[in-house]
Antibody, heavy 120, light 108 residues
């Protein structure tokens, strides 16, 4: 069955960096685009970034552009989110999710998320 | 960037019909998709491409589209349908994705 397992979250000081990982299994990872979506506890969903299946193209939400970088390792079935210059407002639960670009712009499976807390 | 607007909350009695709207200019040209999120859980896709239902999603969930508004309808609401619901779409260049503001459905 499809599984997406995020890791790497934790408490980090403002201005510091953190790298999140999402390990995928149960499907042909290299044929899917992968996303990061975040959610402040008690608030709505906020799209963060997408990377295409071959890793050649990435797009970002306005609030993270220039600070976050999405990447993937198709040999390890893993997608990453490198977060730099973290701010208090980046505190959220970070989900990874997959998308089949050939079917449409929707996310059909999600992980359970990893929590990032930016605090001094 | 653009926005998708949903009502903050909808209340419905068991067995009745819940209707959730999502409005945004991009919806005139782009598909919308819907997610259900229960407390402490990840979102689950319940409708894609305006009105398609993924396998495993009950038939009481349906979607429709008209102009710049899409609608999620839950017919014969059950207690287990109590959750937050989010619409989602992309911009016309497919370089940005956006979620609606979210609607909390309460089953009375």
């Amino acid at each position: 069955q499809v599984q997406l397992v995020e890791s790497g979250g934790g408490v980090v000081q403002p201005g510091r960096s953190l790298r999140l990982s999402c390990a995928a299994s149960g499907f042909n990872f290299k044929t899917y685009a992968m996303h990061w979506v975040r959610q402040v506890p008690g608030k709505g969903l906020d799209w963060v970034a997408v990377i295409w299946s071959d890793g050649t193209t990435q797009y970002y939400g306005e609030s993270v552009k220039g600070r976050f970088t999405i990447s993937r390792d198709n040999s390890e079935n893993t997608v990453f989110l490198q977060m730099e210059s973290l701010r208090a407002e980046d505190t959220a639960l970070y989900f990874c999710a997959r998308e089949d670009l050939s079917l449409g712009e929707f996310l059909d499976y999600w992980g359970q998320g990893t929590l990032v807390s930016v605090s001094s | 960037s653009y926005e998708l607007t949903q009502p903050p909350s909808v209340s419905v009695s068991p067995g009745q019909t819940a209707t959730i709207t999502c409005s945004g200019d991009a919806l005139a040209k782009q598909y919308a998709h819907w997610y259900q999120q229960k407390p402490g859980q990840a979102p689950v896709l319940v409708i894609y491409k305006d009105n398609e239902r993924p396998s495993g999603i009950p038939e009481r969930f349906s979607g429709s589209s008209s102009g710049t508004t899409v609608t999620l309808t839950i017919s014969g609401v059950q207690a287990e349908d109590e959750a937050d619901y989010y619409c989602q779409s992309s911009d016309t260049s497919f370089t940005s994705y956006v979620f609606g503001t979210g609607t909390q459905v309460t089953v009375l």
